[in-house]
Nanobody, 128 residues
Framework: QVHLVESGGGLAQPGGSLRLSCAGV????????IGWFRQAPGKEREGVSC???????YYKDSVKGRFTISRDNVKNRVDLQMNSLKPEDTAVYYC??????????????????????WGKGTLVTVSS
């Protein structure tokens, strides 16, 4: 059974850091495009960062320079290092896997083009 499992969420102070992990079960993340998305209370899910199977990375403008996406192929995992956190980063963070690139094109209902498998999310709260 294929699924993705996010971990690493929690409470951080403004300016602090968290590292999220996305682990693949029954799925090789090395050959997948992996996206990180988030949904804040009362808002639609949005794309945050993505890494393609062959390496290029993409970031939402508001997280550029603060977030870094990376792969650990030995552990079959994709991490999202989040630094200089802001209260507006508070959201449930989801990872997703696909094979059609990182377009961040919304399909409706919180789903995005090219992303086929989704995790259940991990909550990040940034507050003092």
């Amino acid at each position: 059974q294929v699924h993705l499992v996010e971990s690493g969420g929690g409470l951080a102070q403004p300016g602090g850091s968290l590292r999220l992990s996305c682990a693949g079960v029954g799925l090789s993340l090395e050959t997948s495009d992996i996206g990180w998305f988030r949904q804040a209370p009362g808002k639609e899910r949005e794309g945050v960062s993505c890494i393609t199977s062959d390496g290029p990375t993409y970031y939402k403008d508001s997280v550029k320079g603060r977030f870094t996406i990376s792969r650990d192929n030995v552990k079959n995992r994709v991490d999202l290092q989040m630094n200089s956190l802001k209260p507006e980063d508070t959201a449930v963070y989801y990872c997703a896997a696909g094979y059609q690139g990182c377009s961040f094109r919304p399909l409706g209902n919180g789903y995005y083009a090219g992303m086929e498998d989704w995790g259940k999310g991990t909550l990040v709260t940034v507050s003092s």
